[in-house]
């Protein structure tokens, strides 16, 4: 398979922007898609305009529970990540100011993440379900809040915070 060119990529980019609209957008996104309005609209003018695109904003939720807003959304590998990251990093560092980096980074990227993650899944579900009833229950199943998701996803931050709190507690009043 040949490898595609720079220009190549860039409209292979593009194309699934210029095919979702915000309806399909919001349906996928599903509660609180309005949040994720300013951000789309911004991120989707970059992207068509110049094949990529960053949107600056900042996602509370996503700095407030990291990894559990990931799961929520059912960004896995992102989530994983975020998991793992900052407990990798506290092997090799003696600082918890690389985890707080670290989260104020993701926040910020959270909402852009979040998008370019999901224009390509829903472009592809408008090709297969063009309209109707179908499209929006493919859209409503592929997108949305995973609670299984959150809810794991809120035990383990929990379990952490826990245990931080537990092992400052145990330094402090040894």
Not at 92 to 102: D, E, R, V
Not at 121 to 142: F, N, S, T, Y
């Amino acid at each position: 398979m040949a490898r595609l060119t720079r220009e190549e990529r860039i409209e292979k980019n593009k194309r699934p922007w210029a095919l979702v609209e915000w309806d399909d957008l919001a349906t996928f996104i599903g509660p609180n898609a309005q949040r994720f309005e300013r951000c789309w609209s911004d991120l989707r003018q970059k992207t068509l305009e110049k094949g990529y695109g960053m949107s600056r904003g900042f996602c509370w939720p996503a700095f407030l529970f990291s990894f559990a807003w990931y799961f929520a959304r059912k960004q896995w590998l992102i989530g994983g990540l975020l998991l793992v990251l900052p407990i990798v990093m506290g092997m090799f560092l003696k600082s918890a100011g690389g985890a707080l980096g670290i989260s104020i980074a993701m926040a910020m990227m959270a909402k852009t993440f979040y998008l370019q993650m999901s224009i390509p899944k829903i472009a592809k579900i408008l090709e297969v379900h063009p309209e109707g009833d179908q499209r929006d229950a493919a859209l409503q199943a592929a997108g949305g809040i995973s609670w299984p998701g959150a809810i794991i996803g809120g035990v383990i931050l929990a379990i952490g915070y826990w245990a931080a709190i537990w092992t400052l507690m145990r330094l402090y009043t040894a």
